[in-house]
């Protein structure tokens, strides 16, 4: 089985900054994708990042300039450095993992609520 936890989630005014972790644990040969998106109350869950095993980086217009997706191979993990942030930012953020275990494979996180408020 792979778990990915995320972390980092919280409440922030508008203006100020959070960074969210995803740490991916379990059984498979590699890594391949990881991405972040995200869900606000009553929409559909949207892409916010993702970066493949290569480094290279995909960004959602709206965060672009704002947000700053990166990766650590080695430790297995994910970060979305969120800066500026806006109320219109307010989601539940989910990491998720596209990996190899003979065939391809994704897993989701749990999900880390962001709020952004004054």
């Known amino acids: 089985q792979v778990q990915l936890v995320e972390s980092g989630g919280g409440l922030v005014q508008p203006g100020g900054s959070l960074r969210l972790s995803c740490a991916v644990s379990?059984?498979?040969?590699?890594?391949?994708?990881l991405g972040w998106y995200r869900q606000a109350p009553g929409k559909q869950r949207e892409l916010v990042a993702d970066?493949?095993?290569?480094?290279?980086?995909n960004y959602a217009q709206s965060v672009k300039g704002r947000f700053t997706i990166s990766r650590d191979n080695a430790k297995k993990t994910v970060n979305l450095q969120m800066n500026s942030l806006k109320p219109e930012d307010t989601a539940t953020y989910y990491c998720?993992?596209?990996?190899?275990?003979?065939?391809?494979?994704?897993?989701w996180g749990k999900g880390t609520p962001g709020t952004v408020s004054s």
């Open positions: 970066i493949n095993s290569g480094g290279r980086t």
């Open positions: 998720k993992a596209d990996v190899s275990k003979g065939i391809g494979m994704e897993y």
């Open positions: 379990g059984s498979f040969t590699s890594i391949y994708a």
